[in-house]
C-alpha cells in the first residue's frame, strides 16, 4: 500500500449569488455544465478537474472577507483565449492582466463577480 495523494480533482468557488455565478462561467468564460444533484451546487466540465461555483459553507460570511482567494491560483485553459477575453469583459469582469504572450501561451486575468482572480490561458 503506498501513501500518496493526486492532484487536485474538484475546484469550487464559494459565491453570494450562484444563479449569476454560474451564468456567468456558462456564458462568459465558457464553461460546460453537468447535471448536479446538489442544489447548493453548480458544477462543470473543465476537463480532468471539475469546477463550480456553490453556496458558502455554514459558518462562512463571504462579506466578512477582504479578498476572496487571495493567495490561490486557479487557471483554465482555453482554444479561444481572445473570446474568453472579450465575453467576461462584455459581462462586466474586471481584467486584471490584459493577454500576453507567456510560457503558457496567450494569458490573461480577470476578477469574477464575487472577486475571485481568474487566469486563462491557451491550450499548447
Known amino acids: ?5 493526486g492532484g487536485p480533482d474538484f475546484v469550487s468557488f464559494q ?3 450562484i444563479d449569476a455565478a454560474a ?18 451546487a453548480r458544477v462543470f466540465s473543465t476537463g480532468e478537474v471539475t469546477f463550480a461555483v456553490r453556496t458558502p459553507i455554514p459558518g462562512v460570511d463571504l462579506d466578512a472577507i477582504e ?6 491560483a486557479v487557471w483554465f485553459s482555453s482554444d479561444d483565449v481572445a473570446g474568453v477575453r ?6 462586466g469582469a474586471e481584467i486584471v492582466q490584459e493577454p500576453f504572450e507567456g510560457p ?3 494569458t490573461f486575468s480577470f476578477r469574477d463577480p464575487d472577486g ?6 491557451s491550450a499548447r
Open 1 to 5: 500500500m503506498t501513501n500518496s495523494t
Open 23 to 40: 451564468e456567468f462561467y456558462e456564458k462568459a468564460v465558457g464553461l460546460n455544465p453537468l447535471p448536479a444533484p446538489n442544489p447548493h
Open 116 to 121: 475571485y482572480i481568474v487566469t486563462v490561458h
Open 15 to 17: 459565491v453570494r449569488d
Open 104 to 106: 503558457f501561451g496567450t
Open 86 to 91: 472579450q465575453r467576461v469583459g462584455d459581462a
Open 67 to 72: 479578498q476572496l482567494g487571495a493567495g490561490i
